[in-house]
């Protein structure tokens, strides 16, 4: 398998057709996975937003307060107000805002970015990314879109790639009813090979102003295993949820 970044993009704007661009930029193959970072995605599709166009409520800027006496430093109401607007659920509230997206996603802050924001004071995660890596894929002769973010981990420092959105391949390879080296029946284990590729191909974007947006990854084999769509875990199941639902910071 080998992966390489898109060159010479140009600067994504709203409106821009990211398909074509990358079309010029490279000579895909059929199966090619084409990931692309969500801040290019989300700068396309007009998601820059300026705080004020958030104005505060009553319960953001008591999230606001109570953020700034636990870290000690001065907390935007406004962006609070941007995180609850773009969330469906708060599952923290202090020492950080953990949320879950409109579509899925559980991070901080809703994903919303104040870095590279194409002139606004934020930039938020593409409403919905899966419909996004489809339109994309319609303009491809690609056959697999996957849309990346970084984000953090419990239990472990630092950032990595993860997938948000994806066309044309099932999130899960399922390994379920395999058998493993001894002749034991597999029951459980069901690959999420989308994040895996998304944290590969973070790892050839990088970060920062030197980033690049666009990673193809080519010669991956899917094999023959049966496919899982399941990727944001349910309520129901996710006993980690549920645990921090019950709890509070003191």
Not at 112 to 131: C, F, H, Q, V, Y
Not at 153 to 161: E, I, K, W, Y
Not at 227 to 234: G, L, M, Q
């Amino acid at each position: 398998m080998e992966l390489f970044a898109v060159p010479d993009l140009p600067e994504i704007r709203a409106g821009h057709d990211l398909a074509a661009l990358i079309r010029d930029a490279v000579d895909l193959r059929e199966d090619d996975v084409v990931c692309v970072a969500s801040t290019v995605v989300s700068k396309a599709e007009g998601r820059s937003a300026d705080l004020d166009d958030f104005p505060a409520g009553p319960r953001a800027r008591e999230i606001a307060a109570r953020l700034a006496d636990h870290t000690g430093e001065e907390k935007d109401p406004r962006f609070a107000q941007a995180v609850l607007e773009e969330s469906v659920e708060v599952l923290m509230e202090a020492p950080f805002l953990l949320t879950e997206t409109r579509f899925g996603h559980v991070g901080v802050n809703a994903g919303i970015d104040r870095s590279n924001t194409a002139g606004g004071d934020l930039l938020l995660l593409p409403k919905r990314p899966s419909e996004s890596a489809a339109r994309i894929r319609s303009g491809l002769s690609a056959d697999r879109v996957v849309v990346t973010d970084t984000c953090g981990r419990p239990f472990r420092h630092g950032q990595r790639g993860v997938a948000i959105g994806w066309a044309g391949l099932a999130p899960g390879r399922d390994w379920r009813g395999e058998r493993d080296r001894d002749g034991r029946e597999l029951d459980v284990t069901v690959e999420n090979v989308a994040d895996e590729l998304a944290a590969a191909a973070n790892l050839v974007a990088g970060e920062g102003d030197g980033g690049t947006p666009v990673v193809v990854v080519r010669d991956f084999e899917w094999g023959d295993h049966g496919e899982s769509d399941a990727h944001f875990r349910e309520v129901e199941t996710d006993f980690v949820r549920q645990a921090i639902r019950e709890w509070s910071y003191e």
